[in-house]
């Protein structure tokens, strides 16, 4: 399976990028090739043609609602043939939230991610759930936080990423 396909790409309801471009700092590259006004699926394929494979994964992954984003994550690392066993562990608590979005799970999987760190590819997908949006991202006792809307997008962007390094 690869990283980018048509499926993902299809995924992407927005009729420009420009609310994309908004949630984060494409490169100088990408900048130079990018026009707001672009689809996303013109704007991908102009980051493909570039050979900008990175600017893809990271537009692909601040355009894509919460939930795709995850899954989309989760599929791209499940590809991994030496995933450990705290990462199975994280593996499946992602999995388990898609599948049920709770408090319970959302909190799991962020400590789960901190007892692996951000240092791994599956670290970052825990955090990518505990910043969902569905919860606050501070201690239970403190007054509610919730995270910025681009945080998922920046998780799946550095979990995909350090996925193909593992790879390399």
Not at 123 to 144: H, K, N, R
Request: proline share 5%; with cysteine.
């Amino acid at each position: 399976m690869e990283i980018i396909n048509a499926q993902i790409v299809g995924e992407l309801k927005q009729q420009t990028i420009a609310v994309i471009l908004s949630k984060y700092q494409p490169s100088k590259e990408a900048q130079a090739i990018l026009d707001p006004t672009y689809s996303p699926e013109h704007a991908v394929q102009q980051l493909l043609k570039n050979e900008l494979e990175r600017d893809a994964i990271q537009l692909i992954a601040h355009g894509l609602p919460v939930m795709l984003a995850i899954r989309w994550g989760g599929r791209v690392l499940k590809q991994k043939q030496d995933i450990s066993a705290e990462g199975m562990k994280l593996m499946n608590c992602v999995e388990n939230w898609l599948h049920s979005p709770n408090e319970t799970l959302r909190i799991r999987a962020q400590q789960l991610a901190e007892r692996i760190g951000l240092d791994t590819d599956i670290g970052w997908l825990g955090y990518a759930v505990f910043w969902s949006g569905t919860g606050s991202i501070v201690a239970p006792e403190l007054p509610v936080v919730m995270p910025p809307d681009n945080m998922v997008g920046h998780a799946i962007n550095a979990a995909i990423l350090l996925s193909m390094i593992d790879r390399a």
